[in-house]
């Protein structure tokens, strides 16, 4: 496994700053971490959704929201965002937080992901150009159908995804003011 060089931002439970580690120690050790999920909606209240690319260090080939990473120091999230939009899928929109929360999962190669994950909501009409570092695959999806298949075929997505579409979904439908029905 190769070091990222990349690191995140070691915050306690209130997202204050406690320090800066290296992002695959910062996996390794299971710490918590600033993190941010990117969900992108078009007009008729379809889901941008990409599948990780298969070099990925963790949760390869797994579904997830349009874009997630981590702010640098000193970045906020809303520029960390819309840095990264650029850098994975190739749009450059507006990213507007909606909510935040904390989870852990363990994963694949004795990792675990402890983040503290701030959610936002962008829109685009577009897929935007694939990074194939980051990403294999871009599409649209209605979310009721997104759903009901997280729920039959969970293995096929990320846990922060799961997590966001199925614990924090009236967060979402709030936010977006539709009327879907929850599963």
């Keep these: 496994m190769i ?13 204050e700053p406690i320090g800066l580690m290296e992002k695959l120690e910062a996996h390794e050790k299971g710490l918590l971490h600033r993190a941010f999920s990117v969900l992108v909606f078009n007009e008729n209240h379809e889901m941008l959704i990409q599948k ?3 070099s990925k260090y963790h949760s390869a080939g797994l579904w997830s ?19 990264r939009m650029v850098e994975e899928i190739g749009l450059e929109t507006d ?15 004795n990792l675990t992901e402890y983040e503290f994950d701030h959610v936002l909501i962008a829109h685009s009409e577009i897929k935007g150009i694939i990074n194939p570092d980051e990403v294999s695959e871009m599409k649209f999806v209605q979310i009721d159908y997104l759903r009901m298949d997280m729920i039959l075929h969970p293995e096929k997505y990320t846990e922060w ?21 929850r599963v």
Aim: aromatic share 12%; hydrophobic share 40%; with cysteine.
């Design 65 to 83: 929201n349009a874009c997630c990473s981590h702010p640098r120091e000193n970045e906020s999230i809303t520029e960390a965002a819309k840095r």
């Design 161 to 181: 995804f799961k997590i966001i579409m199925l614990k924090h979904y009236y967060k979402l439908t709030e936010f977006l003011d539709l009327n879907i029905l």
């Design 95 to 109: 990213c507007h937080p909606v909510f935040h929360f904390i989870y852990k999962a363990e994963l694949e190669n």
């Design 3 to 15: 070091k990222s060089l990349e690191n995140v931002v070691l915050v306690n439970e209130f997202d």
């Design 52 to 54: 990780r690319a298969d």
